[in-house]
């Protein structure tokens, strides 16, 4: 066995290859989730998906991340997507003006009191949202037809 600088040279053989099927790992597992990624809009994270099955999942296994879970859909239970989301404080500052891309939004909002807009095929729907860090609160928005 050869030594390089007083280190074997199986030793640094087995090294780089070690570094190297573990980046190759980490890619894979950034590919995974790239459906999932968080986006920001004025400081404030939030994803939003849930079209199939998959999506599903990992929006369910990112929901300890966030304290306020929108679900859109129409009276008969048909999902809702491309809602349009506006988030104001109770002093009517527009917190978060984005479009969702299915029908669960999650955000992670300061504890208060919220106003939510939700507009789809033009109609809007609003609630109030009390947000509390340490819980998830999910609101239901519901459109009688397209």
């Given amino acids: 066995m050869k030594t390089i600088f007083g280190i074997k040279k199986d030793l640094i053989s087995y090294s780089f290859a070690a570094i190297i099927l573990g980046s190759t790992s980490f890619v894979s597992i950034a590919s995974t989730n790239s459906e999932a990624v968080f986006q920001t ?18 929006l369910n296994a990112l929901s300890s991340n966030f304290d306020l879970k929108l679900v859109f859909a129409m009276n008969s239970g048909e999902f809702a997507s491309a809602v349009r989301v506006v988030i104001t404080d109770i002093k009517g500052v527009t917190i ?12 992670r909002l300061p504890a208060g ?32 037809s397209e």
């Fill in 96 to 107: 978060l003006d984005t479009t969702s891309e299915g029908p669960w939004f999650f955000t």
């Fill in 41 to 58: 809009s004025g400081g404030i994270n939030y994803v939003s998906g849930g079209v199939g099955d998959e999506s599903i999942g990992r």
């Fill in 113 to 144: 009191n919220y106003h939510v807009a939700a507009t789809f095929a033009g109609k809007t729907v609003t609630h109030q949202a009390a947000v509390e860090p340490t819980k998830l609160r999910t609101v239901d928005f519901r459109w009688a």
